[in-house]
């Protein structure tokens, strides 16, 4: 499993940018949407993604891979971000 550091969401079947860290797989969390290799392609855009997001209320992507006691806040913790 692996982690999206724009949200801090662990289970990812794939890693976000490949292997090597700079593979981007395109892929979407399930948790944040975010395309991997699209708008966090940059440290701006890895941020201002995040805060659109928070910004609107923190919604999941795919609802179907929330897990019960889910806290944006402990998510959040995983990435160093408060
Ligand atoms: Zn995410």
Redesign the pocket.
Known sequence: MYI?H??G?NKLDEPPWGDDGKTASFSI?S??G?EFGYEDATEKGLINYRDKWLNNGAKWFNESKRPESWDVQEQLKRINFR
């Open positions: 999206c724009v949200c969401f969390c948790c944040c975010v």
